[in-house]
């Protein structure tokens, strides 16, 4: 089956490329930049990634991220992501950004952009991985931050694909940042945002009336809410769901007692993903074959979360089509 699910052409949605820092490389460029880190070792981070909610891995996320500085360095962090990718069966990535921790140490969104993209440009050359940015916001900062993220970022509206909503999530609701979604929308940009991994399905249902969003990331939670569990079903509303994640960050204390079987049975659009993969645990293959393994799923099942994830892409039809026939072929 591993074989199988890793020549499964798949498609990641939710993935944040600052999260795939692995600890050597942070080390490399933490080096190179003269940036002291808080750990001795590489044994001593991995030490370290040991968390109990979604703010302690959020610390310790934005702390190893410091030693992002160069354009290059952006480069590389995205190029390692990809070959991992590559290898796990990956055909489709959409990167998620963080810019405001990157903005706050004097990284320009020119550098971090340069480098995303020309990685994104030699994964398509390289290895056939079609590609596509996410600028997300955080949202335990103002919205006023994050308005003018969007206004800085304006020589690059036509390469992002979308805007997104990430960082801690309880105690700041979508409502917060209306503002900034609704002029995202009327620039253009299509939006997503993270609701309902720690979040009440409260926050499930703002993001889409108050931020109109087109998907949502993790979403576990909904099922606490009959009527939004109905509403995302009639409306296939894509859920980017992070099974190792949510068991990483204690959302589920076990992925046999993880939601993602009850979420397949009421009919919803599930997509598979790895959210941070450097500090979850594995990649997309990984991902797939703890499913595997915790719920015993079978080929059709996994055909049918690639196909989802496909669906949901921002990708040319052309390529989406193309990809659609070789999973129902596989
Ligand atoms: O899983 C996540 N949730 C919220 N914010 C994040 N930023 C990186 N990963 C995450
Ligand atoms: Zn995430």
Known sequence: MKEWLRTLPKAELHLHIEGTLEPELMFELAARNGIRLAWQSVEALRAAYDFDSLQSFLDL???????????QDFFELAMAYFERAHDDGVVHVELSFDPQPHLERGVTLQTILAGLESACDEARRRFDISSALIMSFLRDRPAQEAMAVLEQAAPWYDRL??????????????EKFTAVFERARALGLARIAHAGEEGPADYISGALDALDVCRIDHGVRCLEDEA????????????????????????????ESHCL????????????????PAYFGGGMLANFMACHEAFGWDEDAFRELSRNALEAAFIDDQRRERLLAAIAAH
Do not use: W
């Open 61 to 71: 996320y934005y702390r190893g991220m410091s030693v992002l500085c160069t354009q």
């Open 161 to 174: 694909a979308a805007v997104g909503l990430d960082s801690a999530e309880v105690g700041n609701p979508p």
């Open 261 to 276: 079987p009850a979420l397949l049975d009421n009919g919803l659009c599930v997509t598979l993903n790895s959210d941070d």
């Open 228 to 255: 939004l569990v109905a509403r995302l079903h009639s409306e296939q509303i894509p859920l980017t769901v992070c099974p190792l994640s949510n068991v990483y960050l204690k959302v589920f204390e076990r992925l």
